[in-house]
């Protein structure tokens, strides 16, 4: 059972977590400042319609994979990580925090607001007005530009949490 | 006053000082 959760779950939740922010990343300081450039010389589409949401649609599963995984290595000190139970938890739970409001980031407001922007699901046959899709583009963007601030001190605790690298930051 | 977000640099560097406040908090009081 240990090997199932230890093992395979821990693999797992940092397989997601690669892919969900290597995604973010690659939105962040790939997509987006070449969105600018394909906008200039009429090749946005092809972006916008063929990669964005498939990229879009591994990004949000993957979020939600790297938290449900992350419960599952945590287990029974789950509740006691995301508490500050002691000392020893302080690293994991400001990097489980910082995840977890990073993934509400994700399906509360990048996912809905990209919907509209893109014209998918629901607004594939019923697209948002210029208006509604200019408000969507900002208030994804900030909360794309959020997360990508708020990976940097949740990686560092996540890998900060165990190990030599815990005792080598926060001693004992 | 620009969104410190709105550039890539900006979001690393609020990012890295969000990293060293937070340290700093939790090394302080533990």
Known sequence: MDLIIYGLGRWLHIGSGILWIGLLWYFNFVQVPGLKGAAADGT????????????????????????????????????????FANKAYYPIGIGAWLGIIMF?????????????????????????????????????????????????????????????????FFGG | MKNPLDSIWGTIICGLLLTSVLYNFIYFLS
């Open chain 1, 44 to 83: 946005a589409a092809g972006i916008t319609k063929h990669i964005a949401p498939r990229a879009l649609e591994l990004f949000r599963w993957a979020s939600l994979s790297t938290v449900l995984f992350g419960a599952l290595i945590l287990g029974k000190q789950l509740p006691s990580a995301l508490l």
């Open chain 1, 104 to 168: 509400l980031n994700v399906w509360g407001l990048i996912w809905p607001n990209q919907k509209k922007i893109l014209n998918l699901y629901q607004y594939a046959t019923n697209p948002a007005s210029d208006e509604v899709k200019n408000k969507a583009r900002r208030i994804a963007f900030l909360a794309s530009r959020t997360n990508t601030m708020l990976s940097i001190p949740m990686l560092f605790f996540m890998v900060a949490s165990g190990g030599l690298f815990r005792r080598a």
